[in-house]
């Protein structure tokens, strides 16, 4: 299913996305499910998918992240360590409603796990389906797009210290093992090896 970016959300007020917190902490741990795959096949468009591949060159296969700028490489080259975004569902939901409305926020797969910092640091690898990607330190944070999409509280909610350090606007990964995916697919933490 193709969709534009056109159905915009009721802004939620800081208060109201507040009181969600103890709902989001509760995101399984250690092993939740994926609920949504969303490519990107180019600015503003968005494709909901039942399935989808992870490779090492696309990310999500048909997206557009090898072809998007990035500031943050010195040539302007699409960041390797920013392939895909990752957003729990229980924040966009608070944030967007209905399901139909989360594709907005731009990420390409919604789980349902703790993405703070504490439960998923940088290095951390999860399975989907036959694919593993590792979470990278780059930061995903909320955007003039994201404000002009949800509201300005939600950028506040998402970008503050403890939306930061909880990944409220989700967490950057890179594709390590390609493989499929499809919803409702398990995202397991993967046991590391170094420590």
Known sequence: MTCAITDRPEPQALETLSAKLPHIQQSPKVEGVLALIVR??????????????????????GDTWNKRRSSRTPDGSPHPDMQLNLMNVRVIEAIAGKIKRWPLAGDQLYVDLDLSQANIPPGTRLSIGD??????PQPHTGCTKFAARFGRDALKFV?????????????????????????????????????
Request: hydrophobic share 40%.
């Open 40 to 61: 990107r096949p180019q600015v503003d468009a968005r494709e909901v998918l039942p399935e989808g591949e992870l490779n090492l060159l696309e990310g999500l296969a």
């Open 131 to 136: 694919a593993v990607i590792e979470i990278t």
């Open 159 to 195: 970008n503050s210290p403890e939306g930061r350090m909880l990944g409220l606007r989700g967490v950057n990964a890179k594709v390590i093992q390609p493989g499929r995916l499809k919803v409702w697919d398990s995202v397991r933490k993967l046991v590391n090896c170094d420590s």
